[in-house]
């Protein structure tokens, strides 16, 4: 049997669904201007991704990549949240 197609997707659901409180987290304390940040790891972790042998751990770079380049889009729909109140706003920010 091969596991590997399972375990990437699990992988896969890990990695996305840890996203979802970072994103929301880096909104609050740092606004939007972290996006930058996501943008070079996101960059760097799929270009590791291919050129690693290990195609579970490839595999794994690649979908953390599109997860940080994913969550630029992100952090500006948080912000747009957190304007219409569905979110709280961090009071030490204006």
Known sequence: MNFQGVIIGVISF???????P?????EYYFSCHV???FLLAGIVSILVSLFVANSI???TLGVLGCSCI?????LFEQRDRVAKGWFPANPKRK
Do not use: A, D, N, Y
Not at 70 to 74: A, H, K
């Open 14 to 20: 890990l990695v996305i669904g840890i996203f979802h």
């Open 22 to 26: 970072i994103v929301i987290k880096c």
């Open 35 to 37: 996006w930058p940040f």
């Open 57 to 59: 751990l490839s595999s």
């Open 70 to 74: 994913w969550s630029i889009r992100e």
